[in-house]
C-alpha cells in the first residue's frame, strides 16, 4: 500500500494528550497542508487561526462552555495547539472548503506522528458577543465564521486503526 493510503487508513481521532508542545516547524508544516487544500474556484479563503497557550486556550475553551451551557466543557481534550480553521460567512462553500483543509491538516499532523481531532463547538456560535470578542482579538475577521478546529498535541493514549466500511460503497 502507498504510503498514503496508509496514512490515511491509520489516521484516528486523539482525544488525550500530552502537555508537550509541538514543534514549530511540524506546525507550519500541518498548516502548509491545509493552505494546499483544494477550495471551490481556486478560491482560498480560509483564514487559519493558530492557538496556542494555557490561557488563550482556556479562555476559549470556558467561552464555548458558556455559550453552550455546559460548565463540564472540558475540550480540547488538553491538546497545547488548537488551529481555527475560519472563511467568510457569505461564502457559500466555506464549510466543504474549510473541511478538506482540517483533512490535509489531521493527515499531515498523523504523518508527523502527531495526533489531532475535529472540534465542532464553534460553528454555530461564532457571533455570540463573548465568542466573537476572544475571535477578535485572537485575529479571526468579524466577516468570518470557524467552521471547524483542529486540536493538536502528542497523543497520551495509543490509538488502534479499527474500520472496515466497504459496505458504504455502491458500484451502479
Ligand atoms: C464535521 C465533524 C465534526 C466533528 N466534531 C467533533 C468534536 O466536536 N469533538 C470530537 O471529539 N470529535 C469530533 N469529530 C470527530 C469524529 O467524532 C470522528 O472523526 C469519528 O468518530 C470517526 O473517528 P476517527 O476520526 O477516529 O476515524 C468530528 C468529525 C467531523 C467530520
Redesign the pocket.
Known amino acids: 500500500m502507498s504510503q498514503v493510503l496508509e496514512n490515511i487508513k491509520t489516521?484516528?481521532?486523539?482525544?488525550s494528550y500530552q502537555d508537550a508542545q509541538i514543534p514549530r516547524e511540524q506546525l507550519e508544516q500541518i498548516l502548509t497542508a491545509g493552505l494546499y487544500a483544494p477550495s471551490a474556484k481556486n478560491s482560498q479563503l480560509c483564514q487559519f487561526t493558530v492557538v496556542q497557550g494555557k490561557e488563550k486556550l482556556e479562555a476559549l475553551r470556558d467561552a464555548i462552555a458558556k455559550a453552550i451551557h455546559n460548565p463540564d466543557y472540558h475540550?480540547f481534550?488538553n491538546a497545547p495547539t488548537l488551529v481555527m480553521v475560519s472563511a467568510p460567512k457569505d461564502y457559500p462553500l466555506a464549510v466543504p472548503d474549510c473541511?478538506v483543509a482540517?483533512?490535509n491538516m489531521?493527515l499531515a499532523a498523523h504523518d508527523l506522528k502527531l495526533g489531532s481531532?475535529?472540534?465542532?463547538?464553534l460553528?454555530g456560535i461564532c457571533d455570540q458577543p463573548e465568542i466573537r470578542s476572544i475571535l477578535t482579538k485572537y485575529g479571526v475577521p468579524e466577516s468570518h465564521n470557524v467552521y471547524?478546529?483542529a486540536?493538536i498535541g502528542y497523543p497520551a493514549v495509543e490509538?488502534a486503526?479499527d474500520?472496515e466500511n466497504r459496505d458504504k460503497v455502491v458500484f451502479a
Open positions: 489516521r484516528r481521532s486523539v482525544r475540550h481534550y473541511a482540517l483533512e489531521f481531532v475535529w472540534i465542532n463547538q460553528g471547524g478546529c486540536a490509538i486503526p474500520r
